[in-house]
């Protein structure tokens, strides 16, 4: 049986934990917290920092395989690894790059893969040097996630906002529609494309607040969404899962955002609403067995749960039972003990065949659950 690894405990390693469940894998698990939402859904879980060589290497160094459910891990460790034959998804090589937003802008400008203008600053005050640059968005190169790390920069004030390390200032685009499209690559180089969603942001938290898949586009533009993600994944020559994110302008010009080398909360509705989930499909690539299929069983849209404003503690979730009695409405509540606002707690998934449908119960789920903390 397959002895294969993940490098994070959150709810992308749970997810793909649940789908591990209908395969001859044996799971690793390397998380700092015994309690994350996943170490309780695998065969073997070891406490470790993810981020430091030691741990990683001796955690990878009798599995067949690694993968990972976030990027800032030790590259050096699996590069390590690979030298002597562990399997790593997505290789080093093309983690290195994406890891890092500097050599990921710089990637796709050298692969001639369309992203929007930006200079790199070393400092502070290389930054106070681009003030003729703004509108733009100032991203910290390394350890940003989840909007953290991102400032959007519009005048002179906003410059004190900036980050003192090396970082990428962006180009603000005239945004229409932002696009996301997970992308699978088998080992031997086929790809399978999922259909593209539109999504829609909370942009007080810079967070993905619902998404509607398939996204409503033009067939000229869908094809250079997909065009463009398929140019991505090839150029980082790696198998694995990718979600390509991009921007649609007002002139119907695609630019790519950001990608990111694994499963990706663009691609959780894949779960319920496609014949192959992103999380089957990752473990298809990683036991060599043929892609799945990306095709729709039924359009979907997502609502991600966040913690409250104000609220930080034990979760309670308020408003789940009238939720449920929504038909083709599924619960993902990631078993994270402790609320605090804007934590990604869980994610509701709505299947229907009517666009307006998927727009109205996201809207209504959006009022209706509430994460809260016990006591608060």
Not at 25 to 49: I, S
Not at 82 to 104: C, D, F, R, T, W
Request: glycine share 6%; with cysteine.
């Amino acid at each position: 049986m397959t002895k294969a690894g993940i490098l994070g405990g959150g709810q992308l390693g749970r997810m793909l934990l649940q789908a591990a469940a209908n395969y001859p894998v044996e799971t690793f698990v390397m998380e700092n917290d015994e309690n994350c939402p996943a170490a309780h859904l695998c065969h073997h879980f070891t406490k470790g920092d993810i981020t430091n060589y030691d741990d990683v290497y001796n955690f990878g160094k009798e599995l067949d395989a690694l993968t990972i459910e976030i990027e800032a891990v030790n590259v050096e460790a699996l590069e390590k690894l690979e030298s002597e034959g562990v399997s790593i998804y997505p290789k080093p090589a093309a983690l290195k790059i994406i890891k890092n937003k500097i050599l990921q802008k710089q990637f796709y400008k050298d692969n001639e893969i369309p992203t929007s203008e930006f200079v790199i600053t070393q400092n502070k005050s290389d930054l106070n040097n681009q003030l003729n640059f703004l509108p733009a968005a100032h991203k910290v190169g390394l350890g940003g996630y989840d909007g953290r790390g991102v400032e959007i920069m519009k005048t002179k004030d906003d410059m004190k906002k900036g980050f003192d390390e090396p970082a990428v200032l962006e180009k603000l685009v005239t945004i229409k529609k932002e696009i996301a499209i997970i992308v699978a690559v088998s080992n031997n180089g086929d790809n399978a494309l999922y259909p593209s969603v539109d999504m829609v942001f909370d942009n007080r938290l810079n967070l993905l607040d619902y998404q509607i898949s398939p996204a409503d586009l033009p067939e000229k533009v869908l094809w250079k969404v997909e065009a463009i993600s398929l140019k991505v994944v090839k150029d980082l020559q790696s198998p694995g899962i990718f979600a390509v994110e991009l921007f649609v302008d007002i002139d119907d010009n695609v630019f790519v955002n950001e990608t990111a080398p694994r499963v990706h909360n663009s691609g959780h509705h894949t779960i319920e609403a496609n014949y192959s989930s992103q999380f089957d499909m990752l473990w298809r690539v990683i036991l060599h067995y043929p892609l799945g299929s990306t095709e729709h069983i039924l359009p979907a849209a997502i609502v991600n749960l966040l913690g409250e404003e104000g609220q930080k503690g034990e979760a309670v979730y308020e408003g789940m039972k009238e939720i449920l009695q929504i038909e083709n409405v599924f619960v993902h509540i990631y078993g994270k003990k402790e609320t605090r606002p804007g934590r990604k707690m869980g994610h509701i998934t709505i299947l229907s065949k009517e666009k307006q449908e998927l727009i109205h119960q996201a809207n209504r789920i959006k009022q209706t659950v509430k994460v809260l903390a016990k006591n608060n």
